[in-house]
């Protein structure tokens, strides 16, 4: 439910950005320039994304390690190339990208990420993966 909420609110956030992108186009810029327009905060892969993949995915998906899956998750090449079941960043199709799947509860196949002792991801943290992929999965 709070992801759904979540969801709504970034949506109509961006829609309202959108909006005034448009508006922005027709009038003065100067004027503009001087109001601040609701913003959607940035995700940043190097702040924000990879020290959570850091933290929690290594060094299970590390490139000397003999992970099944064949997924490295050691920079954003490695993410971006992904393993046994291609790329798992679809980039501005966050739920649709198996890294968010496979660390939200019933992934599409095997067990929720991280495995085993690791700590599931909160919810804040799930919500960054997948805002970075709606946004571009830039590099960042
Ligand atoms: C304790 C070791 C371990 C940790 C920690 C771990 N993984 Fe995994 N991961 C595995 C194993 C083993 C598999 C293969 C079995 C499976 O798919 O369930 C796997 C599979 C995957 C896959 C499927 C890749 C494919 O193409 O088949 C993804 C995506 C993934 N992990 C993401 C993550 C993310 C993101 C994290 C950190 C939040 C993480 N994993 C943490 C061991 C781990």
Not at 37 to 50: C, G, I, L, N, T
Not at 77 to 102: A, F, M, R
């Amino acid at each position: 439910m709070r992801n759904f909420s979540l969801l709504i609110i970034f949506a109509l956030a961006n829609a309202l950005a959108g909006f005034t992108l448009q508006q922005s186009g027709s009038k003065d810029k100067k004027k503009n320039s001087e109001k601040n327009y609701p913003r959607v905060a940035a995700v940043s892969f190097s702040k924000d994304v990879f020290p959570i993949i850091k933290k929690h995915c290594l060094p299970c998906h590390a490139s000397d390690s003999d992970n099944r899956s064949e997924l490295v998750l050691e920079s954003y090449d490695d993410i971006i190339t992904g393993g046994k079941h291609g790329t798992p960043v679809v980039p501005g199709k966050g739920s649709e990208s198996l890294i968010v799947q496979k660390v939200s509860p019933n992934p599409p196949f095997g067990k929720q990420m991280p495995l085993m002792t690791k700590k599931k991801l909160n919810d804040g943290q799930i919500d960054t993966l997948r805002m970075w992929i709606d946004q571009g999965a830039k590099k960042n």
